[in-house]
């Protein structure tokens, strides 16, 4: 399962990769658009999405989503006027919104709770190979034979994933509803600002997120025109974060720590990366941020293995499609609105000044809101 995932992400590195290399000569505000497309599926479909992948087999989701985003993948391949790129963005990333909780409803059945750290540290190490390659993957390929071979690539990949349940004989079967009983598509942002430990971690990653989005805008700008690096360059530069996220994650599935020791280095983790942001403002260089990403993809996996590890042992199986729907909703509306404001911000002020500024409050919501995390999980590993 989690090497079908680690290529399908690999093919959307190339996408997202393409479509903002292609799109930067536009400026700060048209890349900002286009990863604001992107994204508002996350937040539209997340009660729907989240329902589906509890109240759906798995069989029955992943094929229908994974041939229609496939199909609007490959016709992302073609000269496109703005507005169907956007459509056609929308459309595939509608269809991963569902896939994503699909696929998270099976690590639990797949693993036992006290292995789910180091089962997450194992599918993030694959995504973390994906991440490697993909941006140098997308770099070659954009250098050298356009903006199509990336969209190929993709689409196939995408359409791949709709056997792969059934190569790899796994599927996920929801109880069936009692007489009278109805879904509630809303169950899982009321179970995630119900719980303390949830509530506490979400609106922790969704003021880091908040802050450090504008990175995801202004590093193209900061990488090509200031830096003075090609498309290959730049997608060597993304490579430093995917090793340092292979890294830890790496470490993460092979070795089982103890629940204290995972939340101490969650802590770790999410100070490092809520600064990455800073630190990438006052690079001197391109080989500096390289450096930086490596070690913010270290912290990164921290959140990726014990985060949501975290969130896996105290969500009741039931509802976990609609919480991972919801969470990822809720960082997503952090992400939409840090990129709404980074393009005008980045042309007002320079995108030095805002990676800066961005960093220090990522890293002042990291030290007023991670104690209630710290807190709030130190009573759960206590009273097991």
Same mark, same amino acid.
């Given at each position: 399962m989690?090497?079908?995932? @680690?290529?399908?992400?690999?093919?959307?590195?190339?996408?997202?990769?393409?479509?903002?290399?292609?799109?930067?000569?536009?400026?700060?505000?048209?890349?900002?658009?286009?990863?604001?497309?992107?994204?508002?599926?996350?937040i539209?479909?997340?009660?729907?999405?989240?329902?589906?992948?509890?109240?759906?087999?798995?069989?029955?989701?992943?094929p229908?989503?994974?041939?229609i985003?496939?199909?609007?993948?490959?016709?992302?391949?073609?000269? %496109?006027?703005?507005?169907?790129?956007? @459509?056609l963005l929308?459309?595939?990333?509608?269809? =991963?919104?569902?896939?994503?909780?699909?696929?998270?409803?099976?690590?639990?059945?797949?693993?036992?709770?006290?292995?789910?750290?180091? =089962?997450? !540290?194992?599918i993030?190490?694959?995504?973390?190979?994906?991440?490697?390659?993909?941006?140098? %993957?997308?770099? #070659?390929?954009?250098?050298?034979?356009g903006?199509?071979?990336?969209?190929?690539?993709?689409?196939?990949?995408?359409?791949?994933?709709?056997?792969?349940p059934?190569?790899?004989?796994? *599927?996920?079967?929801?109880?069936?509803?009692?007489?009278?009983?109805k879904?509630?598509?809303?169950?899982?942002?009321?179970?995630?600002? *119900?719980?303390?430990?949830?509530?506490?971690?979400? #609106?922790?990653?969704?003021?880091?997120?908040l802050?450090?989005?504008?990175?995801?805008?202004?590093?193209v700008?900061?990488?090509?025109?200031?830096?003075?690096?090609n498309?290959?360059?730049?997608?060597?530069?993304?490579?430093?974060?995917?090793?340092?996220t %292979?890294l830890?994650?790496?470490?993460?599935?092979?070795k089982?720590?103890?629940?204290?020791?995972?939340?101490?280095?969650l802590?770790?983790?999410?100070? #490092?990366?809520?600064l990455?942001?800073? @630190?990438? !403002?006052?690079?001197p260089?391109?080989?500096?941020?390289? !450096?930086?990403?490596?070690?913010a993809?270290?912290?990164?996996?921290?959140? *990726?293995?014990?985060?949501?590890?975290?969130?896996?042992?105290v969500?009741?199986?039931?509802?976990?499609?609609?919480?991972?729907?919801?969470?990822?909703?809720?960082?997503?509306?952090?992400?939409?609105?840090?990129?709404?404001?980074?393009?005008?911000?980045? !042309?007002?002020?320079?995108v030095?000044?805002?990676?800066?500024?961005?960093? %220090?409050?990522?890293?002042?919501?990291?030290?007023?809101?991670?104690?209630?995390?710290?807190r709030?999980?130190?009573?759960? #590993?206590?009273?097991?």
């Open positions: 989690a090497l079908a995932r @680690a290529f399908s992400l690999l093919g959307t590195e190339l996408t997202i990769f393409t479509l903002v290399f292609r799109e930067k000569d536009q400026g700060p505000a048209a890349v900002a658009a286009l990863l604001i497309v992107g994204t508002i599926p996350v539209l479909f997340s009660p729907l999405a989240g329902t589906i992948a509890d109240r759906f087999s798995t069989r029955q989701v992943i229908l989503a994974s041939v985003g496939g199909a609007s993948i490959f016709t992302l391949s073609q000269p %496109l006027e703005t507005w169907a790129i956007w @459509a929308f459309i595939a990333n509608s269809c =991963a919104s569902v896939v994503g909780p699909t696929w998270g409803k099976l690590t639990p059945t797949l693993a036992k709770k006290e292995d789910i750290g180091r =089962a997450m !540290g194992t993030q190490s694959y995504f973390s190979m994906a991440g490697l390659f993909g941006p140098a %993957l997308a770099g #070659i390929l954009v250098k050298e034979t903006f199509v071979a990336t969209f190929l690539i993709d689409g196939f990949l995408t359409t791949f994933i709709a056997i792969v059934f190569l790899i004989k796994v *599927n996920h079967k929801p109880e069936a509803l009692k007489d009278g009983e879904t509630d598509i809303a169950q899982g942002f009321k179970f995630m600002m *119900n719980n303390p430990l949830l509530r506490s971690l979400v #609106i922790l990653v969704f003021g880091m997120v802050c450090v989005s504008v990175v995801n805008v202004g590093d700008f900061l990488i090509t025109n200031i830096m003075g690096a498309s290959f360059i730049y997608g060597l530069v993304g490579t430093g974060f995917a090793i340092g %292979l830890f994650s790496s470490i993460a599935g092979a089982k720590v103890k629940p204290r020791t995972e939340l101490i280095i802590g770790y983790g999410m100070a #490092i990366l809520s990455s942001g800073f @630190a990438v !403002g006052v690079a260089n391109y080989w500096f941020i390289m !450096g930086v990403w490596f070690v993809g270290m912290a990164n996996a921290t959140i *990726n293995s014990y985060g949501v590890g975290m969130m896996i042992k969500t009741p199986h039931e509802v976990q499609g609609r919480v991972f729907a919801a969470f990822g909703a809720i960082i997503s509306v952090a992400s939409i609105g840090s990129m709404s404001l980074a393009g005008y911000l980045i !042309g007002a002020f320079g030095r000044e805002v990676f800066v500024i961005a960093g %220090l409050l990522a890293f002042i919501a990291f030290v007023v809101l991670f104690p209630t995390v710290y709030e999980q130190l009573k759960l #590993i206590k009273a097991e």
